[in-house]
């Protein structure tokens, strides 16, 4: 029987559309779209706009555009820019303890623009892409959080590495060498949380899996083995040392795990750690018409790995109150929202933002949440103590609005696509490109995506 990083290498080279369940490839339409509506609201941020100032561009027909101004870069490059950029609002759906979408939708729109690649080819990409990462994260009991590594930028490399091997056509050999190179060019830190660097971690992401593609499609080699060797990728990044790589058919493509754990799109533009305690903060806000004035104590019940991730009590920065549970309950109260208008420097910094940020408590346990992809607490859990002495509980969030579980319509995700995309285009393009990626399986090419802006050039298309 062959080992884990040749049946994902055959399982990447044989993936076929027809093949793909419906439920996953649901899971795939809204990840895309989701993603391409928040990177055109992050490409006006400094993060990317500094990290495509360092990248030249390219005029030949093997490029891709840096959305949505068309400048033509190197397809790599093109991945790591539009990466940066899908990332650096932290608005971007997550799953699978990470954020899958934007470590394959930005290497799937560069290497589909450059291969003349369908929707539907697309989707398939997605969906190679997932699965490869819901089984290496399935394989590892642990939660890389733990370790300090970032699951996106880890185990979001070998996915994106996976989906553009079914994008070259690469044969089951290949796309195993592009599996095996791209462990080799995986990493990033926790701790670069609540910094620039979290969203260049992302985009590396995407970058180095069309660069391992496209190494292994020239005849770059590594070793078939590196996944599951005692010195391998998933030893090396387990935090139990103890990775489930038992020699047996993993069942790719026949188990298929998106269904289950799916996309979870995010309401709020901050750390998902945040959403459950939010969300239940806003209840008890709308249900008690709380004023700033009114609080003197804020207690929030949340999960030790939770907490880990928003490392940032005091924020000084909208960037560093993306990771802040003390922030997110402070503008809750007082913006009544947590929205893309909150996280900015003015917003942090505001005298009544932060007398609230001091008031809040945070107690964690131990406890893990069973049958879900994220490694929180069973619940989050909020309490207010009012000036007058009473004290209000929230109820027990489990799950938060538009998760897989609680999904929102299509209609509340075409609102978001919409909120997102006009800080780029204007409603009318914004809403046909949106249709346009709910309806990818009709799509003839990538190239046909109206994500660039009137005034971009498109280059001829390299098939």
Not at 437 to 451: E, F, K, N, P, Q
Request: aromatic share 6%; charged share 20%.
């Amino acid at each position: 029987m062959e080992g884990l990083t040749r049946q994902v290498g055959a399982f990447a080279a044989s993936v076929r559309r027809e093949r793909i369940p419906d439920s996953c490839i649901e899971g795939a339409r809204i990840g895309i779209a989701d993603c391409v509506g928040v990177m055109l609201a992050g490409v006006h941020e400094a993060a990317p706009r500094i990290v495509a100032a360092q990248v030249a561009g390219h005029a030949g027909a093997d490029s891709a555009p840096q959305i949505p101004a068309g400048r033509m870069l190197p397809v790599a490059d093109a991945a790591l820019v539009n990466g940066v950029a899908a990332h650096v609002l932290d608005y971007d759906d997550v799953a699978l303890a990470g954020h899958p979408s934007v470590a394959l939708v930005p290497a799937i729109l560069a290497e589909g623009w450059a291969l003349g690649r369908s929707g539907a080819d697309m989707l398939t990409a997605y969906v190679a892409g997932y699965e490869t990462w819901a089984l290496l994260d399935a394989l590892e009991p642990g939660s890389l959080h733990e370790l300090g590594f970032h699951p996106t930028a880890v185990l979001g490399t070998v996915g994106a590495a996976a989906a553009c091997a079914s994008l070259h056509r690469l044969s089951a050999d290949q796309a195993a060498h592009a599996v095996a190179i791209s462990a080799s060019l995986a990493g990033g830190m926790v701790a670069n949380f609540g910094s620039m660097t979290k969203s260049l971690q992302v985009g590396r992401a995407a970058q180095s899996g069309v660069t391992a593609a496209r190494l292994a499609k020239a005849g770059y080699t590594a070793s078939l083995d590196v996944l599951e060797h005692r010195t391998g990728f998933m030893r090396a990044h387990s935090p139990s040392r103890e990775p489930d790589l038992a020699a047996r058919d993993y069942r790719l493509g026949s188990d298929w795990r998106l269904p289950d754990s799916g996309v979870h799109v995010k309401r709020y533009p901050i750390c998902y750690a945040t959403h459950r305690s939010i969300d239940a903060m806003l209840e008890l806000v709308e249900s008690h018409a709380i004023e700033p004035d009114d609080v003197t104590g804020i207690h929030v019940q949340t999960g030790d790995t939770q907490l880990l991730m928003l490392r940032n009590a005091f924020p000084q920065t909208g960037l560093e109150a993306k990771f802040s549970m003390q922030f997110a309950m402070a503008a809750a109260i007082v913006a009544k929202r947590v929205g893309l208008a909150e996280l900015t420097d003015e917003f942090v910094r505001r005298d009544d933002v932060r007398a609230l940020m001091k008031r809040v408590r945070c107690t964690t346990t131990t406890e893990r949440v069973q049958g879900w992809d994220q490694p929180f607490a069973p619940f989050d859990r909020v309490s207010v103590v009012l000036a007058s002495g009473a004290q209000l509980h929230s109820r027990q969030v489990e799950r938060p609005k538009g998760s897989w579980q609680r999904r929102l319509g299509e209609d509340e995700l075409r609102a978001k696509f919409i909120d997102c995309a006009t800080r780029s285009f204007d409603s009318e393009t914004s809403g046909a490109l949106f249709e346009q990626l709910w309806s990818l399986d009709a799509l003839a090419s990538v190239r046909d995506l109206r994500v660039l802006s009137e005034s971009a050039t498109q280059q001829p298309a390299h098939v």
